[in-house]
T-cell receptor, first 111, second 112 residues
Framework: GENVEQHPSTLSVQEGDSAVIKCTYSDSASNYFPWYKQELGKRPQLIIDIRSNVGEKKDQRIAVTLNKTAKHFSLHITETQPEDSAVYFCAASGGDYKLSFGAGTTVTVRA | SQTIHQWPATLVQPVGSPLSLECTVEGTSNPNLYWYRQAAGRGLQLLFYSVGIGQISSEVPQNLSASRPQDRQFILSSKKLLLSDSGFYLC???????????FGPGTRLTVT
């Protein structure tokens, strides 16, 4: 099955700086890569996703890049704000519509 | 718009007791439904998924089971809970044939 690795496990950034989280996947058939944000005690929320026919996607301060050859994808958050503090999960999915999740990255934005 | 409900929100159960968690989705038909478990400080583990009534696929061998008695209802059960069953149980749905999954509010289960 699919194996997704996520790094780093924790990330502390100064407010206004950028944050980058990286994930690798093992199954070359995977074609859908979402990112979820989970605040303490809450449900994961889908914040952005990318499909295998696209190399980059942006939505305001967040962007995701995909390198299918290297089988890795990344989440970029620019101009970080305190409300960006949360746990972020990457995931990968193939044609069976099941998601395999990374272990998560705890992001702390220092004021 | 679509809405997903889970209950109860929190549950404290003794070891060896039975379990029944319920998930319902409103505003869509024939969704794919998923049960995940999240241990404290950990990632999301897919337990079961269903593409239709009575169709359940198990991802992880365990003492849990799932059922889908109605199109938009998904139930997670156990006959005898173990301490290791403690965690945050999340139900998710997606439109059939579409990748995007959306999570319910979750049930926090503590087995004592």
């Amino acid at each position: 099955g699919e194996n997704v690795e996520q790094h780093p496990s924790t990330l502390s950034v100064q407010e206004g700086d950028s944050a980058v989280i990286k994930c690798t996947y093992s199954d070359s058939a995977s074609n859908y890569f979402p990112w979820y944000k989970q605040e303490l005690g809450k449900r994961p929320q889908l914040i952005i996703d990318i499909r295998s026919n696209v190399g980059e996607k942006k939505d305001q301060r967040i962007a995701v890049t995909l390198n299918k050859t290297a089988k890795h994808f990344s989440l970029h958050i620019t101009e970080t704000q305190p409300e960006d503090s949360a746990v972020y999960f990457c995931a990968a999915s193939g044609g069976d519509y099941k998601l395999s999740f990374g272990a998560g990255t705890t992001v702390t934005v220092r004021a | 718009s679509q809405t997903i409900h889970q209950w109860p929100a929190t549950l404290v159960q003794p070891v060896g007791s039975p379990l029944s968690l319920e998930c319902t989705v409103e505003g869509t038909s024939n969704p794919n439904l998923y049960w995940y478990r999240q241990a404290a400080g950990r990632g999301l583990q897919l337990l079961f998924y269903s593409v239709g009534i009575g169709q359940i696929s198990s991802e992880v061998p365990q003492n849990l089971s799932a059922s889908r008695p109605q199109d938009r209802q998904f139930i997670l059960s156990s006959k005898k809970l173990l301490l290791s069953d403690s965690g945050f149980y999340l139900c998710a749905w997606s439109v059939s044939g579409v990748n995007e999954q959306y999570f319910g509010p979750g049930t926090r289960l503590t087995v004592t």
